[in-house]
Structure formats: C-alpha cells, structure tokens
Nanobody
Framework: QVQLVESGGGTVQAGGSLRLSCAVS????????MAWFRQAPGKEREGVAR???????SLDDSVKGRFAISRDSSKNTVYLQLDSLKPEDTGMYYC?????????????????WGQGTQVTVSS
C-alpha cells in the first residue's frame, strides 16, 4: 500500500517561494505517476504538476514558469517548488499517485493521496 505524506506548506507574501515535499512509503515513487493537486475553498480540486515513472514532467498552464516538480529517487520523495507565488495560489496542496503513466488530470484517476499541506499567499 502506497502512503504519501506532504510537508512544507506555510504562509508567504506574494512573490515568495515555498518547497513542498511528498514522502512516499510502501513502494518506489519511480514506479508511479506522481502528481500535485490543489484545492481552494469552494473550488474543485485541480492538478498543477505531475511527473511520470520515466521522469517526464508536465505543468498546468496556470503555473508554468513559476512551479517545478522533481523527484529524488534516493529519498523516495517528490518535490514541488513554488516560486513567484500569487494570492490565487492559496489552497490545500495534495500529493497523489497512480501506477506508471500520467494519463489524466482527473483526481479520480489517482488511487493514492496524502493528507495535504496548506499554502497561503498574502497580498
């Protein structure tokens, strides 16, 4: 059973940076598509970044040029670097996993989820 634990959230001013971590246990992260989703109050959960088993990455258009996803296989951890943060980036950020291929941004395609870490960006 894959277990995911996020950390690194916090409160920053607009223009600031954070690095979120997703520690993976129970399996090897490089065997999975690892994704980051976020959910703002009153809004649907949306995918922002993902990295597949081969290391290919993709980002949602809303975060391109500001966010980056990476994986450290030696630590079995996936990271989301958040730069040039905006107030609209505020929300709960979740790490999710599905086997091998990143075939979808739809949350129901990911069977494994962490508990989330809160990111708040003040203006």
């Amino acid at each position: 059973q894959v277990q995911l634990v996020e950390s690194g959230g916090g409160t920053v001013q607009a223009g600031g940076s954070l690095r979120l971590s997703c520690a993976v246990s129970g399996s090897t992260s490089s065997s999975y598509c690892m994704a980051w989703f976020r959910q703002a109050p009153g809004k649907e959960r949306e995918g922002v970044a993902r990295i597949n088993f081969a290391g290919s990455t993709s980002l949602d258009d809303s975060v391109k040029g500001r966010f980056a996803i990476s994986r450290d296989s030696s630590k079995n951890t996936v990271y989301l670097q958040l730069d040039s943060l905006k107030p609209e980036d505020t929300g709960m950020y979740y790490c999710a996993a599905r086997p091998l291929y990143c075939i979808s941004w739809v949350p129901t395609a990911y069977p494994y989820w962490g508990q989330g870490t809160q990111v708040t960006v003040s203006s």
